[in-house]
């Protein structure tokens, strides 16, 4: 669950605290919908939070997100001490001017000096790269520092730039997939999982990105671009489902294939221990297949869904509910490669609804991702609800 840390008394903020679920990892500082993430550590009452956190639930995972500026040897141990603690750094970049330049970092050799004492404090941490321009030279070297310090995994961030941007800040599919190739010959020289976001798959395919050091997938052998075919005799129908059933599962025995061969493995593990085997995101079919019975036996529907995840939508669609068009929505509020659906605005929707209308394609009920359910809210304040009284129609959202 998100938690962003509020300027409040520090009575209303227990109060939010305790309403928290203590089976849900908590993540502070970045959001998975909106806009509204921040540098948590400038909070003057960070730590006090963070321990109010602790007491409240125990053993409760808290990921912190961020940009490191205030991350020094005082906080990494307070924090160390509050395991379990996840820290996901936006390193971006290693080199002294370039913090001070592009990213605005008051004290860049002093937060350089505060990321090598990392490997002392021994927090658990990912670390994120934004994939531009400036950063792509260091990268190499960068990432050999932060695997050295540690870091368990690797988030690369292609660069997005709305229409407001320069139009060389923009980008564009082409420069994202000449990006993404690029970082898939540099993921062979590094150790630890490089995972490309957003990730660019157009299939279902459940392909290994990453296979994390010391865990048990790496202990059996597994590696990355292994692709797996059957999880205890059953294949797995999305990256996520696989994710899902091997980490619940005790012991599991696998089907891969890697290259021309075909491979079994068994992952020695507990039952719902983690296998350390990292998958990029792709669909929850498990919600889909449960879509059947919500969806209306009369009228017309439709499943409404970003540029980016439309191949990989149609592909579950057409197994699972082949009866419902897909559509892709085009994000003409922002623009530029903005085309993620958490950027996309309601506008972008309303201008895609009325063009079918004007058509004569009109529905009854549209299915969209639960993302827009939490508050229902886009980036620019509006409900998503105001579309089912305009267009006389029902939004479904997959449970």
Same mark, same amino acid.
């Given at each position: 669950m998100v938690?962003?840390?509020?300027?409040?008394?520090s009575?209303l903020?227990?109060?939010l605290?305790?309403?928290l679920?203590?089976?849900e990892?908590?993540?502070?500082?970045?959001?998975a919908?909106?806009?509204?993430?921040g540098?948590?550590?400038?909070?003057p009452?960070?730590?006090?939070?963070?321990?109010?956190?602790?007491r409240?639930f125990?053993?409760?995972?808290?990921?912190?997100?961020?940009?490191?500026?205030?991350?020094?040897?005082k906080?990494?141990e307070?924090?160390?001490?509050?395991?379990?603690?996840?820290?996901?750094?936006s390193f971006n970049?290693?080199?002294?001017?370039k913090?001070?330049?592009l990213l605005g970092?008051?004290?860049?050799?002093?937060?350089?000096?505060?990321f090598?004492?990392l490997v002392r404090?021994?927090?658990?941490?990912q670390?994120s790269?934004?994939?531009a321009?400036?950063?792509?030279?260091e990268l190499?070297?960068?990432?050999?520092i932060?695997?050295?310090?540690?870091?368990?995994?690797?988030?690369?961030l292609?660069?997005?730039?709305s229409?407001?941007?320069?139009?060389?800040?923009?980008?564009?599919m082409?420069?994202?997939?000449k990006?993404?190739?690029?970082m898939?010959l540099?993921?062979?020289?590094?150790?630890i999982?490089?995972?490309?976001?957003?990730?660019?798959?157009?299939?279902?395919?459940?392909?290994v990105?990453?296979?994390?050091r010391?865990?048990?997938?790496e202990?059996?052998?597994?590696k990355?671009?292994?692709?797996i075919?059957?999880?205890?005799?059953?294949e797995?129908?999305?990256?996520?489902e696989?994710?899902k059933i091997?980490?619940?599962a005790?012991?599991?025995?696998?089907?891969?294939?890697?290259g021309?061969?075909?491979?079994e493995?068994?992952?020695?593990?507990?039952?719902?221990?983690?296998?350390?085997?990292?998958f990029?995101?792709? @669909?929850? &079919?498990?919600?889909? =297949?449960? $879509?059947? %019975? *919500?969806?209306?036996?009369? +009228?017309?529907?439709?499943c409404?869904?970003s540029?980016?995840?439309?191949?990989?939508?149609?592909l579950?669609?057409?197994?699972?509910?082949?009866?419902?068009?897909?559509?892709?929505?085009?994000?003409?509020?922002f623009?530029?490669?903005?085309?993620?659906?958490g950027l @996309?605005? &309601?506008?972008?929707? =309303?201008v $895609?609804? %009325? *063009?079918l209308?004007?058509n +004569?394609r009109s529905?009854?009920?549209?299915?969209?991702n639960?993302?827009?359910?939490?508050?229902?809210?886009d980036?620019r304040g509006?409900?998503?609800q105001?579309?089912?009284?305009?267009?006389?129609?029902t939004l479904i959202?997959p449970?």
């Amino acid at each position: 669950m998100v938690f962003n840390i509020p300027f409040l008394p520090s009575d209303l903020i227990k109060d939010l605290i305790y309403s928290l679920n203590p089976q849900e990892k908590i993540i502070i500082g970045e959001s998975a919908t909106r806009l509204n993430e921040g540098e948590p550590l400038f909070h003057p009452q960070f730590l006090a939070i963070i321990k109010e956190l602790r007491r409240a639930f125990p053993k409760t995972l808290i990921q912190i997100t961020t940009n490191g500026i205030l991350l020094s040897p005082k906080i990494q141990e307070a924090l160390s001490s509050l395991n379990p603690i996840e820290l996901v750094i936006s390193f971006n970049s290693l080199k002294a001017s370039k913090r001070a330049s592009l990213l605005g970092d008051p004290h860049p050799e002093e937060t350089i000096q505060h990321f090598y004492y990392l490997v002392r404090s021994g927090i658990k941490f990912q670390a994120s790269f934004i994939l531009a321009l400036p950063f792509l030279e260091e990268l190499p070297e960068s990432l050999k520092i932060v695997e050295d310090l540690g870091a368990y995994y690797v988030r690369l961030l292609l660069p997005g730039g709305s229409k407001w941007a320069p139009r060389d800040l923009q980008g564009s599919m082409e420069d994202w997939l000449k990006l993404k190739e690029r970082m898939l010959l540099l993921r062979k020289r590094v150790g630890i999982p490089l995972v490309i976001e957003p990730p660019l798959i157009s299939d279902l395919k459940t392909e290994v990105e990453g296979v994390i050091r010391g865990s048990p997938a790496e202990k059996c052998g597994l590696k990355a671009e292994d692709v797996i075919l059957k999880i205890n005799g059953k294949e797995p129908d999305s990256r996520q489902e696989a994710f899902k059933i091997i980490n619940q599962a005790e012991n599991p025995q696998l089907e891969v294939q890697r290259g021309s061969q075909s491979l079994e493995f068994t992952i020695f593990k507990k039952m719902g221990e983690k296998s350390g085997l990292v998958f990029s995101n792709d @669909l929850d &079919v498990e919600s889909l =297949r449960g $879509l059947s %019975s *919500a969806i209306p036996e009369k +009228g017309k529907g439709v499943c409404l869904t970003s540029e980016l995840a439309f191949k990989v939508v149609s592909l579950a669609f057409q197994k699972y509910l082949p009866q419902v068009p897909v559509l892709p929505v085009p994000s003409l509020s922002f623009g530029g490669s903005i085309r993620t659906l958490g950027l @996309l605005a &309601v506008q972008d929707f =309303r201008v $895609l609804l %009325s *063009a079918l209308k004007g058509n +004569g394609r009109s529905f009854d009920w549209v299915i969209v991702n639960p993302i827009f359910q939490e508050d229902g809210l886009d980036l620019r304040g509006e409900n998503l609800q105001a579309l089912e009284k305009e267009f006389s129609l029902t939004l479904i959202y997959p449970s």
